[in-house]
């Protein structure tokens, strides 16, 4: 496998390539020459510099707190098991643990 303006095509040749570098990034920490330019030229950019900017930036309380608050109460419980209405009736308590948590 040859690194610099060629193509890796196979399967292979990527799988050593990524090796390779990660083995090279944390074993010497002095010399990363590496050049990563034949992966990234290859990664197709999916968010838009304006789409990124629009979703870095972190969420204020109150924010946060609005649209927990807009949400349907009895929609279907969240991934850890809770409906929007248990945070609605709780939020005394646990609302700063849900803003921190973010």
């Not at 944390?26 to 290859?42: A, N, Q």
């Not at 949400?71 to 700063?96: N, T, V």
Request: one cysteine or more.
């Amino acid at each position: 496998m040859q690194i610099g303006d060629d193509i890796i095509y196979d399967l292979d040749g990527i799988s050593e390539h990524v090796i390779s570098y990660y083995q090279h990034l944390f074993s010497d920490l002095d010399d990363c020459s590496l050049d990563l330019s034949i992966v990234w030229d290859h990664i197709p950019t999916l968010v838009t510099s304006d789409e990124n900017t629009f979703i870095l930036p972190v969420p204020s309380y109150d924010e946060l707190r609005e649209r927990i608050f807009y949400m349907d109460p009895l929609s279907a419980p969240r991934s850890e098991g809770f409906a929007s209405r248990f945070y609605k009736h709780c939020w005394d308590i646990i609302g700063q643990d849900v803003i921190l948590a973010v």
